[in-house]
T-cell receptor, first 117, second 119 residues
């Protein structure tokens, strides 16, 4: 089992550009969540996708958008990049499971380090 | 909105000793989940332990245990017999229990505590 994978590992962009980050969930998972982690801080929830729909969203501007594909993989898009968007972007996948357990653990990927110059 | 606070930016412990990391949270909900995550320098966030708020018994996972005080909204992590591999950033996190008794939504994290383990 490959676990949650993210690409690219590192990315450098300039202000005003657009960026797309990618995430493949753990095998058997159908839900993908995205988090932004600034240096030395805890992750902040951006949004969560389930059945190709945005199910929940955190306090992030519309410049942050996402997509989930039929194979459950997901993309995070950020438009009009600002210096403050420099951060580690984490993807986490989860699933309720066959028995619909009340708890579903979120498994995290290694993240994409985005630097905006 | 829920908030999670970790008041210890850094902690250190000698190998084989015990260390306790603190976490407090604020919520108006009665049912929820609490977690401790570990993030080593490799950046991969790993679940250490979880606690369901409706369970009075404190969760334990091998050398890791929690002290959950619901009324005080406190959730500390105790690491016994510390090992060099325990060195990492530790995050306390909160998650709502959704309608229908499931829990699938966002995690709210604290600011983290850097744990150093001295040989």
């Amino acid at each position: 089992d490959a676990g949650v994978t993210q690409s690219p590992t590192h990315l450098i962009k300039t202000r005003g550009q657009q960026v797309t980050l990618r995430c493949s969930p753990k095998s058997g998972h159908d839900t993908v969540s995205w988090y932004q982690q600034a240096l030395g801080q805890g992750p902040q929830f951006i949004f969560q996708y389930y059945e190709e729909e945005e199910r929940q969203r955190g306090n992030f501007p519309d410049r942050f958008s996402g997509h989930q594909f039929p194979n459950y993989s997901s993309e995070l898009n950020v438009n009009a990049l600002l210096l403050g968007d420099s951060a580690l972007y984490l993807c986490a996948s989860s699933s309720l499971g066959e028995q619909g357990e009340s708890y579903n653990e979120q498994f995290f990927g290694p993240g994409t380090r985005l630097t905006v110059l | 909105a829920q908030t999670v606070t970790q008041s210890q930016p850094e902690m250190s412990v000698q190998e084989a000793e015990t260390v306790t990391l603190s976490c407090t949270y604020d919520t108006s909900e009665s049912d929820y989940y609490l977690f401790w995550y570990k993030q080593p320098p490799s950046r991969q966030m790993i679940l250490v332990i979880r606690q369901e708020a409706y369970k009075q018994q404190n969760a334990t996972e091998n050398r890791f245990s929690v002290n959950f005080q619901k009324a005080a909204k406190s959730f500390s992590l105790k690491i016994s017999d510390s090992q060099l591999g325990d060195a990492a950033m530790y995050f306390c996190a909160y998650r709502t229990l959704n309608a229908g008794g499931t829990s699938y939504g966002k995690l709210t994290f604290g600011q983290g505590t850097i744990l150093t383990v001295h040989p």
